[in-house]
């Protein structure tokens, strides 16, 4: 995936790989402000700190979760350096080797990195056009699961949103065999149609066994590397221990900027500016995909987030295809390294957040133009 990327970020190059949040809306302005305040108490904020974080930040975030219908307190935040960190140390406290991760098939790569790492046995679990089935979940998860990770919410890499229905099954189903959940939520503020669902936090089974991951990498900005894990009791102390071990603390200027830019910023609007931007991006990737794949191609219409998950006719092969894109100065990422099973040779994403919608109708003429 590396050499894919890194092909794919020559000059010129109109990207639909890798999942960037748009540079361009980032609140440079605000964030400076912050940062500058931040500053004026450098004594504190460039010292070192306590590893579960800033406590104005973890209080700003536990308001934000709380208002968002998942009752959270300060206590409950461990800020992480991204909620890559998050994913790390949860899997350094759950999983010893051997022990059986359950993913949705196909998965976010870097977790399934993350759980390789730490001796774990990756089952992908079958998914269909509404994420996981609930049943294959429990089928799986009878043969000893330890836990399983999910992102229910805007998946990457398909853009699948997971029913309440379902939310509710697989927290019975979690209740039922003893399952961890970590359900990742990167994107979930990122919604374009529809109303928001309930977090699988608080669904009735699963309260007391999911780890809620989020960031502000995607409403602020990714160079912030903030983000956090919501953490069940049971598991708190040995997650701030893993991570004073991991790093004693992340960044405390970052922190101590982050909590300053929360309390100025009138979140909701910043949020709604970025809906606004990205869901005619989203559009405009849509509305141009079916024309600039081969015949027989199929893609689906994400209700939020930042990706599309598309599939060629049968016997084309992805990668391929990208090579071939490339030499028209256009990308995206092949499906295959997303699938902890047998991959699919002919799925691919694209993220549409990081060009305008003008730039998106070039990118879309030249991968018709690669393979017509």
């Not at 994420?131 to 799986?140: E, F, K, R, S």
């Not at 229905?165 to 065999?177: G, N």
């Not at 503020?189 to 780890?211: I, K, Q």
């Not at 060009?355 to 690669?370: F, K, N, V």
Request: hydrophobic content about 45%; glycine content about 8%; overall charge negative.
């Amino acid at each position: 995936m590396r050499e894919i990327l890194a092909l794919t970020a020559r000059p010129g190059v109109i990207s639909f790989a890798g999942g960037l949040p748009a540079g361009e809306l980032f609140d440079g302005a605000g964030l400076s402000a912050a940062f500058a305040d931040a500053l004026r108490d450098a004594a504190r904020t460039l010292q070192y700190s306590t590893t579960e974080g800033d406590p104005d930040l973890r209080a700003a975030i536990a308001a934000r979760l709380t208002g968002r219908g998942l009752a959270t307190a300060a206590d409950d935040v461990l800020v992480c350096s991204g909620s890559q960190q998050a994913l790390t140390l949860a899997a350094t406290v759950l999983i010893e080797p051997g022990d059986v991760v359950l993913v949705e098939e196909p998965s976010y790569l870097a977790a399934l990195q993350a759980f390789s790492l730490a001796g774990a046995r990756v089952v992908p679990v079958a998914c269909d056009e509404d994420g996981l089935d609930p049943d294959a979940v429990a089928a799986a998860a009878a043969g000893g699961a330890r836990l399983l990770y999910t992102i229910p919410t805007f998946h990457n890499p398909t853009g699948r949103t997971l029913p309440l229905e379902r939310r509710r099954a697989l927290a019975a189903v979690a209740e039922r065999h003893g399952l961890w959940l970590i359900e990742d939520d990167p994107y979930g503020e990122l919604r374009y149609r529809g109303e928001p669902l309930p977090s699988l936090a608080t669904v009735p089974g699963a309260e007391d066994r999911t780890l809620y991951l989020s960031t502000l990498s995607k409403v602020a900005a990714p160079g912030l590397r903030i983000g956090w894990v919501r953490t069940p009791a049971p598991l708190r102390s040995s997650l701030v221990v893993a991570k004073q071990a991991a790093d004693l603390h992340s960044s405390t200027i970052d922190q101590a900027a982050a909590a300053r830019w929360l309390a100025a910023v009138d979140l909701d609007a910043h949020i709604a500016h970025l809906r606004a931007e990205y869901g005619a991006r989203r559009d405009a990737l849509v509305a141009g995909l079916a024309d600039a794949l081969p015949p027989g191609s199929v893609h689906n219409r994400p209700d939020g987030g930042m990706f599309v998950w598309a599939r060629l006719p049968d016997g084309w092969d992805a990668e391929v295809m990208l090579r071939r894109a490339l030499e028209r100065d256009v990308a995206f990422v092949p499906g295959f390294p997303f699938f902890a099973g047998p991959p699919d040779r002919a799925a691919l994403r694209f993220s549409f957040t990081a060009h305008p919608p003008d730039e998106i109708a070039e990118g879309l003429a030249r991968l018709r133009a690669s393979w017509h």
